[in-house]
């Protein structure tokens, strides 16, 4: 059964869909779920699936990914914040804060949330680099920032960047949960 993967992101969805080409299809779907302040990446998407699954009265799965960029030097922010501080502050801008720390080290992290009749099921993925001045045409978000193994993820294929990055390592998880699964 199709997958509604709940996100304004074009982003993530080409991600999953790569991802999950040949296990199951990706349909993108628009729903405003209720963010849920909180420091917990798990509770906002876990929250967000299970409203976008009651809401929509159908009996069709449900994803729902929230994710962050966590940086060292600033305690760990934008984290639960990033889309807020991507829309207000902006990418280049963070990197021009960040820049002036010596420690340039940072995260993605994300949880993807996977709702259907039998309950909630959370698959969580995180990837550390190197913050850097922006670079590359590829990716979204972050991705010309954030460095790792040389390459900013905007300088990667969406298949490249799946293959080391944390929604790849969350796809990762799920793609085996969701295959061994009991229907
Ligand atoms: P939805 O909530 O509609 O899914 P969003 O873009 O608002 O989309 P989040 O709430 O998860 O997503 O916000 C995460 C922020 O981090 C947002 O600014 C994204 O652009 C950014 N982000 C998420 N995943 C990323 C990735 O793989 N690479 C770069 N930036 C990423
Ligand atoms: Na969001």
Known sequence: MAIRFVTGNEGKVREARDYLEGVEPVEQIEYDYTEVQSDSLEEIAARGAREAFAESGRDEPILVDDAGLFVDSLGGFPGPYSAYVEDTVGVERLWRLASEEENRRAQFRTVLAYVDRNGTETFAGSVAGTLVAPRGEGGFGY?????????????????????????????????????????
């Open 143 to 183: 991705d010309p920032i954030f460095e790792y193994n040389g390459r900013t993820m905007a300088e990667m294929s969406t298949e490249e960047k799946n293959a080391i990055s944390h929604r790849g390592r969350a796809l990762a998880e799920f793609a085996e949960w969701y295959a061994g699964r009991e229907e």
